[in-house]
């Protein structure tokens, strides 16, 4: 992965967004900055960063909108959350609203930045030559290309669902624990399970539709994909 990408620092806290940003350029990245949401939405589509570090509680338009309106505009950009509110709630409202990651105010810069690289590395799609076309039953998913067809539909997945579905489907006939999705998925040893329930839902809703359930849930145990 190249170091050259663009990080926006989104933050109303000047100090934090100096030392971040002198940071992120010592270790090779490209940063540019925003204090407020309004700023954040304008650089995004004038910058196209390869990964925003958003601050929720903002002036005005807080992070969580910013991040609304960005997938409201089809923009996938990698967003990691920036809080000082480490709550059950803000971390699923922040990954449902798509969402990469979060990370808890005050927090280590090498910390952060080893974030912002599992993010980058996540959401890079994988090289052709080595990404597989995966098929279960009728639904049809290429790594390569990042696409996915159900009975011939094509489905329109963000890069989390996308992400969580390969990994199902790459373990079809598994049950899998919400530890182990969250492990694969997301790269966390332990997280909040209803980002994954929640994610699971999110699936079922485009999946479903076109030709009944592929999803099935082991109570208490996990998920698995299957005809």
Same mark, same amino acid.
Request: a neutral charge; hydrophobic letters at 40%; one cysteine or more.
């Given at each position: ?41 304008? +650089? ?27 997938? +409201? ?58 990404? +597989? ?12 290309? &990042? ?24 373990? +079809? ?12 998925? &997301?790269? &966390? ?39």
């Amino acid at each position: 992965m190249s170091e050259s990408r663009r990080v926006l620092v989104v933050d109303d806290e000047a100090n934090i967004r100096d030392l971040v940003e002198v940071a992120l350029r010592f270790h090779g990245f490209t940063p540019a900055t925003a204090s407020t949401g309004e700023d954040a939405l304008r +650089a995004a589509r004038t910058q196209r960063p390869d990964l925003v570090l958003l601050d929720v509680m903002l002036p005005g338009m807080d992070g969580f909108e910013v991040c609304r309106r960005l997938r +409201a505009g089809g923009d996938q950009v990698p967003v990691i959350f920036l809080t000082a509110r480490d709550t059950p709630s803000d971390t699923v409202t922040g990954l449902t609203l798509g969402g990469d990651d979060y990370v808890t105010k005050p927090f280590s810069i090498e910390a952060l930045i080893a974030r912002v690289r599992a993010v980058l590395r996540r959401a890079a799609p994988p090289p052709s030559s080595s990404g +597989a076309v995966l098929r279960v039953a009728d639904l049809e998913l290429d790594e390569a290309h &990042w696409t996915v067809r159900r009975g011939g539909v094509d489905v329109d997945l963000s890069p989390t669902e996308f992400r969580l579905l390969a990994y199902l489907m790459r373990n +079809a006939g598994v049950v899998l624990s919400r530890d182990r999705l969250m492990a694969g998925v &997301w790269g &966390w040893d332990h997280g909040n399970p209803q980002v994954v329930e929640t994610y699971i839902s999110y699936l079922r809703r485009k999946l479903d539709p076109l030709g009944g359930p592929l999803i099935h849930t082991r109570r208490g145990v996990g998920y698995a994909l299957r005809p």
